[in-house]
C-alpha cells in the first residue's frame, strides 16, 4: 500500500512539474471522452425517440388490436360486439382501450364550398396509446360526449382551409350528411411531414354514435387494448378465445399486435444503430489514444536524465514504472470526468434535446451507462498510454542521465 501509495505521490508531482505538456496532451482525451460519452448517450434518446415515432403508428409496447369480419361477407353488428368487448376489457381489467372507426368520409362545410373530408371515430383513450401530439389545443375526453357542440381534432391543413383561427377562440366545423351539425374544434395535429395536406377531422366515438344510430357504411371499426410486455403474451390467446366464444357461424374475431416491439427486425436496427454509434466512437477515442501515445513517448525521451538521476538516487524499477503509468492513468482519468461532466451538463438541458429531436415527449434521464461509458474509455486510454512509456522508462539506466 505505501508503495502504491508513493507512486501516485509521484505521478501527482510529475503532472504538477509538466502542467503545460499534461495539458496539451489531455485536451484531446477529454474531447474524445466526451465525444465517446455524448454518441453512447445521444443513441439512448435516439432509442427513445424512434419508440416515441413508432408509437405514434402502431400504438405503444404493446397494443393489441381486435377486429370482427365475417367470412362471407355479411354485415356484422358492431354494437352487439361492442358489448361483448366491453365486457371482456371489465373482466381482464384493462385500463388503457380505445374504439377507433376508420375509412369514413364526411361532407364538410368550408369557406369554399363542401368538401369531403376523411373522418376517425376514436375513444379519448387512442391519445395516448399512439403518443398523439397537438400543435395547438388539447385532445378530445370523455365528459365531451355531453357536450352540444361535439368536440372534434382536426389536421393543420384542414385547420388552414378554416382560416387558422386559434383553438382558444373555439373555432367550429359545420358537417352534412347524417352527422351533420355544429362541432367544435378543440384540438390540432401537426403536419406529419412536408407535403402532408390530409384533410381529417377525428369525432369522439360516443358522440357521433349519439348522433347517428349506426356507423356508416365503408367504416372499418377495431378495438386496441395497451398491455405491459410481460403480459400481453399471456393475455393475448385467452382474450381471442373468450371474445370467440358464442359468435354466430361465420364471424372471425383477430388479435394481433401492432406494435413496433412486434415487428420482425425492430431490435435488430435498434442493435445495428447502437454498433454503428458504438464503432464511431470508438475510432474517435483510438485517435485520442495515439495522440497521447505519441506525446507521452516524445516526452520520455525528454525526461531521460530525470529518471536516470531517480535511479541514481534508489528508485527501484517497480517505482519508476508505477510513477510513470499513474501519471497518465490519473490524468486521464481528471480529463475523463471533466468531459463527462461537459456532456452532462449539456445534454441535461431539455432544450438541446428537444432540438436534437423534435417532438420527443418523455425526455429520459441521462443515462448513467454513458458515463461509465466514458469513464472506463479514459481510464484503459490512460492504461495504455502509461504502459508504453513506462516500459520505456523501465529501460533507461544511471549513465543515460550523464549522457543527456
Same mark, same amino acid.
Given at each position: 500500500m505505501t508503495g502504491i501509495l508513493g507512486a501516485l505521490s509521484d505521478a501527482w508531482s510529475e503532472i504538477r512539474v509538466h502542467k503545460l505538456r499534461v495539458l496539451l496532451s489531455l485536451i484531446g482525451i477529454a474531447v474524445s471522452v466526451a465525444a465517446l460519452t455524448g454518441v453512447v448517450a445521444i443513441s439512448e434518446y435516439q432509442r427513445q425517440f424512434q419508440a416515441e415515432q413508432s408509437d405514434r403508428w402502431g400504438g405503444r409496447a404493446a397494443t393489441l388490436v381486435v377486429t370482427i369480419s365475417s367470412d362471407d361477407g355479411a354485415p356484422v353488428d358492431f354494437d352487439a360486439f361492442d358489448e361483448r368487448f366491453t365486457g371482456v376489457a371489465e373482466r381482464f381489467e384493462f385500463s388503457h382501450t380505445a374504439r377507433i372507426a376508420q375509412g369514413m368520409v364526411v361532407p364538410v362545410q368550408l369557406p369554399?364550398?363542401?368538401?369531403?373530408?376523411?373522418?376517425?371515430?376514436? @375513444?379519448? #383513450?387512442?391519445?395516448?396509446?399512439?403518443?398523439?401530439?397537438?400543435?395547438?389545443?388539447?385532445?378530445?375526453?370523455?365528459?365531451?360526449? @355531453?357536450? #352540444?357542440?361535439?368536440?372534434?381534432?382536426i389536421t393543420e391543413a384542414l385547420w388552414d382551409r378554416i382560416g387558422r383561427t386559434p383553438v382558444a377562440q373555439h373555432p367550429t366545423l359545420t358537417l352534412a350528411g347524417p352527422a351533420g351539425g355544429t362541432y367544435q374544434v378543440v384540438g390540432v395535429v401537426p403536419r406529419q411531414g412536408f407535403g402532408d395536406e390530409e384533410l381529417r377531422v377525428d369525432i369522439l366515438y360516443d358522440a357521433y354514435r349519439a348522433r347517428v344510430d349506426a356507423l356508416p357504411e365503408g367504416a372499418w371499426p377495431q378495438y386496441e387494448i395497451w398491455l405491459g410486455q410481460g403480459q400481453v403474451d399471456e393475455i393475448a390467446p385467452v382474450l381471442a378465445m373468450d371474445l370467440r366464444a358464442g359468435l354466430p357461424e361465420g364471424q372471425t374475431v383477430s388479435v394481433s399486435r401492432s406494435d413496433w416491439a412486434a415487428q420482425p427486425g425492430a431490435l435488430d436496427a435498434q442493435a445495428t444503430f447502437e454498433m454503428v454509434t458504438g464503432g464511431i466512437a470508438a475510432v474517435i477515442l483510438a485517435l485520442g489514444a495515439l495522440s497521447l501515445i505519441n506525446i507521452q513517448l516524445v516526452a520520455m525521451r525528454q525526461r531521460v536524465r530525470e529518471i536516470g538521476v531517480r535511479r541514481a538516487f534508489g528508485a527501484t524499477s517497480g517505482r519508476v514504472f508505477f510513477s510513470v503509468f499513474l501519471e497518465s492513468l490519473v490524468a486521464t482519468t481528471v480529463a475523463g470526468l471533466v468531459g463527462i461532466a461537459i456532456v452532462v451538463a449539456v445534454l441535461r438541458s431539455d432544450w438541446v434535446v428537444t432540438s436534437l429531436f423534435y417532438g420527443i415527449q418523455d425526455i429520459p434521464p441521462f443515462p448513467m451507462r454513458a458515463a461509465f461509458v466514458g469513464l472506463a474509455a479514459s481510464i484503459l486510454v490512460g492504461a495504455v498510454a502509461g504502459f508504453i512509456p513506462a516500459l520505456v522508462a523501465l529501460r533507461v539506466k544511471v549513465i543515460d542521465a550523464i549522457r543527456f
Amino acid at each position: 500500500m505505501t508503495g502504491i501509495l508513493g507512486a501516485l505521490s509521484d505521478a501527482w508531482s510529475e503532472i504538477r512539474v509538466h502542467k503545460l505538456r499534461v495539458l496539451l496532451s489531455l485536451i484531446g482525451i477529454a474531447v474524445s471522452v466526451a465525444a465517446l460519452t455524448g454518441v453512447v448517450a445521444i443513441s439512448e434518446y435516439q432509442r427513445q425517440f424512434q419508440a416515441e415515432q413508432s408509437d405514434r403508428w402502431g400504438g405503444r409496447a404493446a397494443t393489441l388490436v381486435v377486429t370482427i369480419s365475417s367470412d362471407d361477407g355479411a354485415p356484422v353488428d358492431f354494437d352487439a360486439f361492442d358489448e361483448r368487448f366491453t365486457g371482456v376489457a371489465e373482466r381482464f381489467e384493462f385500463s388503457h382501450t380505445a374504439r377507433i372507426a376508420q375509412g369514413m368520409v364526411v361532407p364538410v362545410q368550408l369557406p369554399d364550398g363542401i368538401v369531403d373530408v376523411n373522418s376517425r371515430l376514436i @375513444d379519448p #383513450l387512442y391519445s395516448q396509446i399512439h403518443r398523439e401530439q397537438l400543435l395547438e389545443g388539447r385532445w378530445m375526453r370523455d365528459a365531451d360526449s @355531453d357536450a #352540444l357542440a361535439p368536440p372534434v381534432v382536426i389536421t393543420e391543413a384542414l385547420w388552414d382551409r378554416i382560416g387558422r383561427t386559434p383553438v382558444a377562440q373555439h373555432p367550429t366545423l359545420t358537417l352534412a350528411g347524417p352527422a351533420g351539425g355544429t362541432y367544435q374544434v378543440v384540438g390540432v395535429v401537426p403536419r406529419q411531414g412536408f407535403g402532408d395536406e390530409e384533410l381529417r377531422v377525428d369525432i369522439l366515438y360516443d358522440a357521433y354514435r349519439a348522433r347517428v344510430d349506426a356507423l356508416p357504411e365503408g367504416a372499418w371499426p377495431q378495438y386496441e387494448i395497451w398491455l405491459g410486455q410481460g403480459q400481453v403474451d399471456e393475455i393475448a390467446p385467452v382474450l381471442a378465445m373468450d371474445l370467440r366464444a358464442g359468435l354466430p357461424e361465420g364471424q372471425t374475431v383477430s388479435v394481433s399486435r401492432s406494435d413496433w416491439a412486434a415487428q420482425p427486425g425492430a431490435l435488430d436496427a435498434q442493435a445495428t444503430f447502437e454498433m454503428v454509434t458504438g464503432g464511431i466512437a470508438a475510432v474517435i477515442l483510438a485517435l485520442g489514444a495515439l495522440s497521447l501515445i505519441n506525446i507521452q513517448l516524445v516526452a520520455m525521451r525528454q525526461r531521460v536524465r530525470e529518471i536516470g538521476v531517480r535511479r541514481a538516487f534508489g528508485a527501484t524499477s517497480g517505482r519508476v514504472f508505477f510513477s510513470v503509468f499513474l501519471e497518465s492513468l490519473v490524468a486521464t482519468t481528471v480529463a475523463g470526468l471533466v468531459g463527462i461532466a461537459i456532456v452532462v451538463a449539456v445534454l441535461r438541458s431539455d432544450w438541446v434535446v428537444t432540438s436534437l429531436f423534435y417532438g420527443i415527449q418523455d425526455i429520459p434521464p441521462f443515462p448513467m451507462r454513458a458515463a461509465f461509458v466514458g469513464l472506463a474509455a479514459s481510464i484503459l486510454v490512460g492504461a495504455v498510454a502509461g504502459f508504453i512509456p513506462a516500459l520505456v522508462a523501465l529501460r533507461v539506466k544511471v549513465i543515460d542521465a550523464i549522457r543527456f
